[in-house]
């Protein structure tokens, strides 16, 4: 049975994951995935303009994958949510581009939001309280998995 693609928000860290030696396996494979058709991959303008000024091989992978990236803009309900997370603590001032990040995946309506930004983003407390507050706004809660965590490969042996 043939799945429908994950409607994925693809935070800026995963493109240079995948050249870290840490996180280039599975962020490696996640893009391989996505080429495949298992993931629309949805990015801000932000996304865009954090990348501008990546390394070049950075730079090349997003190329590669430009087909398949829907580049969203914010929207007046996009700011006003990320407002709210600013306004609850959940980020200071100083990383509002994480909170916009996580609100542009939200408002998306996105199946899962990637990142490898365990402080800011992938992190069990503030997933927590980004979706106590999605709910009082009327939203959908966000899943938000690091790439490893939504890949998925047969190639690999069970532990």
Request: glycine letters at 4%.
């Amino acid at each position: 049975m043939m799945m429908r693609p994950i409607r994925t928000y693809v935070d800026t860290c995963v493109f240079g994951g995948a050249f870290d030696v840490e996180f280039a396996a599975a962020s490696n494979r996640f893009f391989t995935m996505a080429k495949e058709g298992a993931f629309d991959l949805t990015v801000s303008a932000v996304v865009m303009l954090e990348l501008t000024d990546a390394p070049s091989q950075v730079i090349e992978l997003v190329t590669s994958m430009r087909e398949r990236l829907i580049v969203l803009d914010a929207t007046p309900e996009i700011y006003a949510l990320q407002q709210r997370y600013l306004d609850e603590g959940i980020l200071t001032p100083k990383w509002e581009d994480d909170a916009l990040h996580v609100a542009m995946a939200t408002v998306a309506a996105c199946d899962v939001m990637v990142s490898w930004n365990f402080k800011h983003i992938v992190n069990f407390r503030k997933i927590h309280q980004y979706n106590q507050v999605n709910q009082a706004m009327g939203y959908q809660p966000i899943d938000i998995r690091t790439p490893e965590e939504v890949i998925d490969d047969d190639s690999q042996e069970d532990v």
